[in-house]
T-cell receptor
């Protein structure tokens, strides 16, 4: 059974810092991995989608990497801003169609 | 274009009441998913439709939960005789197809059972 773990559960950093969020999964047979952002009381906004054949994806200040063999993904946020404060969720899609989510990392970027 | 929409955004129900939650997927999206998100947790899969066919309902927590998508577009998640443990955010997502396609999420319906 696929399990997804995100570390740390919470993170507080000063504005301008570069930071890394970690996601690990137990079954390497995945189709893809998605990183989402969730603001309080809101739905999920997709940030990056990495197909199983890819190693990384970039969008603006965000970079996500995928190492299937070790069951790990990282989300790198460069030059963090207070507007980046949110919960970041990692989700994997295996041979079925459903997404399996981690519990998320709550990020606070202090001005 | 329009994204996934859900209504109502908030619902307060007394224990024992029935509720119906609506999802309007992105036009043309074949696949539709329902997830349940408890406070402080990641979403958990409830059920999956491909067009009007419900192909997987293994995540539905009990037989009080029922979902339908009769015309392959709008979907309704119904919860009968609500219990306090049903309080959660219910998220709907759609994708062009299943497989490796990206899932797009709606804003969710926050259900509070008192």
């Amino acid at each position: 059974k696929q399990e997804v773990t995100q570390i740390p559960a919470a993170l507080s950093v000063p504005e301008g810092e570069n930071l890394v969020l970690n996601c690990s999964f137990t079954d390497s047979a995945i189709y893809n991995l998605q990183w989402f952002r969730q603001d309080p009381g809101k739905g999920l906004t997709s940030l990056l989608l990495i197909q199983s054949s890819q190693r990384e994806q970039t969008s603006g200040r965000l970079n996500a990497s995928l190492d299937k063999s070790s069951g790990r993904s990282t989300l790198y946020i460069a030059a963090s801003q207070p507007g980046d404060s949110a919960t970041y969720l990692c989700a994997v899609k295996g041979s079925s169609y459903k997404l399996i989510f981690g519990s998320g990392t709550r990020l606070l970027v202090r001005p | 274009g329009a994204g996934v929409s859900q209504s109502p955004r908030y619902k307060v129900a007394k224990r024992g009441q029935d509720v119906a939650l609506r999802c309007d997927p992105i036009s043309g999206h074949v696949s539709l998913f329902w997830y349940q998100q408890a406070l402080g947790q990641g979403p958990e899969f409830l059920t999956y439709f491909q067009n009007e066919a419900q192909l997987d309902k293994s995540g539905l927590p009990s037989d009080r939960f029922f979902a339908e998508r009769p015309e392959g577009s709008v979907s309704t998640l119904k919860i009968q005789r609500t219990q306090q443990e049903d309080s959660a955010v219910y998220l709907c997502a759609s994708s062009l197809e299943s497989g490796s396609y990206e899932q797009y999420f709606g804003p969710g319906t926050r259900l509070t059972v008192t």
